[in-house]
């Protein structure tokens, strides 16, 4: 909030400062209402225009006051996040909702405070070693199940009678399901402490994202309770959150088939109040789109032109990356081809082989959290599709944060109670 950097050290921020300057701030608020927002780019952003016209009146042009809301917006979303996850979590009958929600909330507000950059020198291994030394040594001095003999066992040792050992498959096992938790802790930890925003707070435009962003949260969470308290109330708060947050930005209108995906799944648990919620929201994006079109010219501006990408194998290639990172690695075995001798002196092809054997980790977390971890990527998968296919830029990501973060925090847990589990003595 008190970043040195000028309010206007941006043109576009300068742009936006001078629309409202011009329109009078407050008094001609209604204009961003029936036109084009404030870069005048062909977007119909009108809670995000009168958002800025509200600071603008308020605080001139003191960068502080800007970067003020920009904070509260941040703190409603962690909040909206603990409350969203405590209620997915309950509904799918996750063990610990309480807990998933405070870690879900705390590390997004790490997340999007840019205070995750701290850790940002250190390996998530340094991590993955200390959780699962902590976890996996009892009292900080056992030893890991698969090390110990069995002391109750009344058997006697039956390789003693027939001079012969019998195969390890239980160690064999043991082995194998640490090596699955760690690679769900790898993989958690090291998605979470990669994630670094370092201008959601201090930019101005980033606005939009963090409207749209909080809007969201809060909208799917009343119309989650609208359907499982079967109350009116909830979907119409559901709704008119909704209606802001499309107002604020266009990339919540993939909160529709997310909604409509929910509304399937449960629909023998929420009969016609899934389809409720469902309808409550498509009417509005359909009501928001209508306005877009009637209000704006339907062809693309030259700014939105510029900002597709020129090619569909960037975005694919962005998009499956960001949802499974491994996919990523396809371009430098394909530069190995088939001499694999390169890997007695290359260290990122080690690198990228573990890391590809310890995704099996998320693999199985998936498999067995599929109701928790499958809502988290569809989140995930579904906002950020319209935004692969766009120059990246860092608040294209924060919706899909959310689902990211879910994942992320959901893997960690996972990974940590296979650990425990493992290292329990039998």
Do not use: C
């Amino acid at each position: 909030m008190f970043n040195p950097t000028p309010l206007r050290a941006d043109s576009d921020t300068a742009v936006m400062l001078d629309a409202v300057r011009d329109t009078g701030g407050l008094a001609g608020a209604w204009r961003w209402f029936v036109g084009d927002w404030l870069l005048e780019n062909g977007f119909y952003r009108p809670i995000s225009s009168f958002s800025m016209a509200l600071d603008y009146t308020l605080y001139g042009e003191a960068a502080w006051g800007f970067r003020l809301t920009n904070w509260l917006l941040l703190i409603l979303t962690a909040l909206g996040a603990f409350w969203l996850v405590r209620a997915y979590a309950r509904l799918v009958q996750y063990p610990s909702p309480d807990w998933l929600a405070v870690g879900v909330a705390v590390a997004l507000s790490l997340q999007q405070t840019g205070l995750i950059a701290k850790l940002g020198n250190w390996s998530a291994w340094w991590f993955v070693a200390v959780t699962t030394l902590l976890i996996g040594f009892r009292g900080g001095l056992g030893l890991p199940r698969f090390f110990q003999k069995d002391k109750n066992s009344s058997q006697p040792d039956r390789a003693s009678h027939t001079g012969k050992s019998e195969p390890p498959t239980t160690t064999n096992r043991h082995w194998i399901a640490l090596l699955v938790a760690v690679g769900a802790l790898f993989w958690g930890l090291d998605r979470l402490l990669e994630t670094h925003y370092t201008r959601l707070i201090i930019w101005a435009p980033s606005r939009t994202a963090l409207l749209g962003t909080m809007f969201s949260v809060w909208a799917v969470y009343w119309l989650l309770r609208s359907v499982t308290e079967r109350r009116w109330s909830g979907l119409g708060l559901g709704g008119v959150f909704y209606l802001l947050a499309l107002g604020s930005y266009e990339q919540p209108i993939m909160l529709v088939p997310i909604v409509g995906v929910l509304a399937f799944w449960r629909r023998r648990e929420w009969d016609a109040w899934g389809w409720k919620a469902f309808g409550a929201i498509a009417l509005v994006g359909a009501l928001v789109l209508a306005l877009r079109v009637s209000l704006l010219p339907t062809e693309p501006t030259r700014y939105q032109q510029q900002q597709l990408r020129s090619s569909l194998t960037g975005p694919l290639n962005t998009y499956f990356t960001e949802l499974i990172p491994p996919a990523g690695q396809w371009q430098y075995w394909a530069s190995v081809g088939g001499n694999l001798e390169i890997l007695l002196v290359d260290k990122p092809g080690w690198d990228n082989l573990v890391g590809a054997l310890l995704y099996l980790g998320v693999i199985g977390a998936v498999w067995r959290n599929r109701a928790l971890l499958g809502g988290a990527l569809v989140w995930h998968a579904l906002t950020f599709l319209p935004m692969a296919f766009l120059h990246p830029f860092e608040h294209y990501m924060y919706l899909p944060q959310l689902g990211k973060t879910l994942f992320d925090v959901g893997l960690i847990a996972w990974g940590a109670t296979r650990v425990l589990f493992v290292s329990k003595p039998s």
